[in-house]
C-alpha cells in the first residue's frame, strides 16, 4: 500500500484492496481512515463537508482540494475534478497550484515556473518550494533588524546608567553598573514567523533539494529565536515602505504556520496539512482574473452585502451576498460562480443546471438591479461545456442571465457575440480564432 496516495474531488477511500488504483479510488491504512472520520467530525461541527461515510470500509471525499497527512504517515493528496485527458495528475496539480497562488493574490510571475516537474513534487513540497525560494530572496535583499532595549548589569559603562539602580547596589557590588542600552538584532515579529515556518520546513520536507535550501537558511538564523505566540506576531507584522520586501513570503509564511486558508488543518505531527474548498478558489480566481480586465470607469466587489431577501419590522433578514459585482455608471451587472460541471449537451437533464441557483439569481436581481439587467452563472468550462448556452434564460422581459463557461487554461470568460459587458475579454469565435491563428503559425 502507497504512503502517498493521490486522488481528486469525489473520489472513494477504502481500506480494502483496490484492484486498480486510479484518482477516482485508492486504498488508505486503517489508521488513516479512522482519523479522517474524526477530521471529518471536526469540520462538521464548523457547518463544512469533508466527506461521506458509504457503509464501514469506504469514504466518499467533498469538493475540498490540497493535501492531509494523517498522524501514521499516510499522505492523501486531493487534486480538483477538471481534466480527464492527457496526464491528469499533473495538469490537475498544475490548475491547483496556479488557483492557490491566485487565491493568496501573489503575482502571476509565481504561477508560471520555466519547469513543469516542479508540478510533479506534491503540492506540500511545492508550497514549502515557493516559501523557501521566497525566503531565499529576502535574505539576499537583506533583512530587517531592529533596536532592542537591554538592562543588564556589567563591569563596564554603556549606553546609559541606570542610577535608580545604581544607588540600590548593595556593598561590595559598587564595582558593576547598571546600565540601559540599544541593540540592533532581527528579534522582531516578522524574523520570529519566518523562523517558525522554516523549522516546521526543515522537518516536513522530503525533496532533496528543499531540504538542502532550508537548512542552508536555517543556518543563517540559527541565533534568532522562534516565535512563542504566532497570533500576535502576525497581528504585529508590518506593511510600511521599509517591510515592502517582505510582501512576496508573508502568504507563503501564512500558509504554512495554518493562518491563511479558513479550513487548512494544524495538527501536531510533522506533516504540512492544508485544504481548500474548491468553489472559493473558483470564485476568488475568477474574480481576479475579470478585476485585471474590467474597462476604464468599472468596478468589481466580491461578496457584496448591501441587500437582504427580506425585512421583518426594522431589521433586515437573510442577507443576499453575490459573488461578482459589476459597476459602471449607474449599471449593475451579477455575476455567480459554481464549481461544477454543466453539459451543454443535455438538454434533457437542464444542462445539469440546479433549480435552486436560479431561484438564488432571480433573488439578487430583483435586490441588486431592480428586476432590470443582466446577470451570469460561470461554471469552469471543460470539454462537454466549451461554449455558452446558445440561448439565455428569460426571467422577464427586462431581467435575463447567462450560463457562461470560464476558461481556466487561458483565463478567459466566454461570452456569446454581441453582448456589450464593460469586460475585455475574449467571445468563444474570438478564442477559436486566435486559436487557430496559434496553429498555423506553429504549422
Not at 535550501?213 to 504566532?230: C, K, V
Request: glycine share 6%; with cysteine.
Amino acid at each position: 500500500m502507497a504512503m502517498h496516495v493521490v486522488v481528486r474531488e469525489y473520489a472513494r477511500l477504502t481500506t480494502c484492496q483496490v484492484q486498480a488504483p486510479s484518482l477516482d479510488e485508492a486504498q488508505i491504512s486503517q489508521t488513516a481512515f479512522d482519523w479522517l472520520c474524526e477530521l471529518a467530525g471536526r469540520f462538521r461541527s464548523t457547518g463544512a463537508t469533508l466527506l461521506q461515510l458509504e457503509g464501514r470500509q469506504w469514504l466518499k471525499l467533498d469538493n475540498h482540494v490540497g493535501i492531509l497527512e494523517s498522524p501514521c504517515g499516510q499522505v492523501i493528496e486531493i487534486l480538483p475534478k477538471h481534466h480527464d485527458e492527457g496526464d491528469c495528475r499533473l495538469s490537475s496539480r498544475k490548475l491547483l497550484c496556479k488557483l492557490i497562488a491566485s487565491a493568496l493574490d501573489l503575482p502571476a510571475r509565481a504561477t508560471e515556473e520555466a519547469s513543469l516537474s516542479l508540478y510533479k513534487t506534491s503540492l506540500a513540497e511545492w508550497v514549502m518550494r515557493q516559501f523557501l525560494q521566497a525566503l531565499d530572496h529576502l535574505f539576499k535583499r537583506g533583512m530587517r533588524f531592529d533596536y532592542l532595549r537591554v538592562e543588564e548589569e556589567q563591569r563596564f559603562l554603556r549606553g546609559q546608567l541606570d542610577v535608580m539602580k545604581q544607588m540600590r547596589q548593595p556593598p561590595g557590588r559598587q564595582h558593576f553598573f547598571q546600565i540601559r542600552h540599544d541593540v540592533f538584532v532581527p528579534d522582531r515579529a516578522e524574523n520570529r514567523l519566518l523562523k517558525s515556518a522554516l523549522l516546521l520546513v526543515c522537518k516536513a520536507t522530503q525533496d532533496a533539494d528543499n531540504w538542502r535550501l532550508a537548512h542552508e537558511l536555517a543556518g543563517m538564523l540559527h541565533e534568532l529565536p522562534d516565535s512563542r505566540d504566532i497570533a500576535q506576531d502576525f497581528r504585529q507584522w508590518r506593511n510600511d515602505r521599509l517591510m515592502a520586501h517582505y510582501l512576496p513570503v508573508k502568504p507563503w509564511c501564512e500558509l504554512i504556520l495554518y493562518r491563511q486558508m479558513p479550513l487548512a488543518v494544524a495538527g501536531h505531527y510533522r506533516g504540512i496539512s492544508m485544504l481548500f474548498p474548491m468553489e472559493k478558489l473558483f470564485e476568488s480566481h475568477v474574480a481576479r482574473c475579470l478585476r485585471g480586465q474590467l474597462k476604464t470607469g468599472a468596478t468589481l466587489k466580491t461578496q457584496a452585502s448591501g441587500k437582504s431577501l427580506c425585512r421583518f419590522g426594522d431589521k433586515h433578514l437573510f442577507q443576499l451576498k453575490p459573488d461578482l459585482l459589476i459597476t459602471i455608471g449607474n449599471g449593475k451587472l451579477v455575476l455567480d460562480t459554481k464549481w461544477k460541471r454543466l453539459y451543454s449537451d443535455d438538454i434533457e437533464g437542464k444542462y445539469g443546471l440546479s433549480q435552486a441557483d436560479f431561484y438564488q439569481l432571480f433573488a439578487y436581481g430583483h435586490c441588486y438591479l431592480d428586476g432590470h439587467g443582466e446577470m451570469a452563472l460561470i461554471y469552469p468550462k471543460w470539454r462537454r461545456f466549451d461554449h455558452p448556452l446558445v440561448h439565455s434564460f428569460v426571467f422577464s422581459d427586462t431581467l435575463r442571465l447567462q450560463v457562461l463557461p470560464f476558461d481556466l487554461d487561458s483565463d478567459e470568460l466566454l461570452l456569446p457575440e454581441g453582448l456589450d459587458w464593460p469586460i475585455k475579454f475574449a467571445s468563444a469565435t474570438q478564442l477559436e480564432q486566435g486559436a487557430q491563428q496559434v496553429h498555423d503559425e506553429v504549422t
